[in-house]
């Protein structure tokens, strides 16, 4: 696993497995599409945490994103990134 995360390559498709593994837990959000969790900025804010601080069983409503969650919902808009990675 360490030299699958040494290359940005597998680095970044291992962080977006995880990523979709958080998002699809049955008390998460399993039906949202990719284009309407990236829209929505408590979704976003909540995984973020998680890939962060590791999977939580609490559920969605009493959830909260830290700091972490923060700082990755303001990267996701910066037109840098947006451009780099679309939310298509």
Avoid: C, Q
Avoid at 63 to 83: F, I, L, Q, T, V
Wanted: avoid cysteine.
């Amino acid at each position: 696993m360490i030299t699958l995360l040494s290359w940005p390559k597998s680095n970044i498709a291992t962080a977006a497995r995880l990523l979709a593994r958080l998002k699809n837990r049955s008390h998460r959000y399993p039906g949202m599409s990719r284009a309407a969790f990236g829209a929505h900025e408590r979704a976003t804010k909540i995984i973020a945490t998680e890939y962060n601080l590791g999977g939580s069983r609490t559920p969605v409503a009493p959830a909260n994103p830290s700091w972490y969650g923060d700082e990755a919902r303001k990267n996701m808009n910066d037109p840098e990134m947006a451009r780099t990675f679309p939310n298509t």
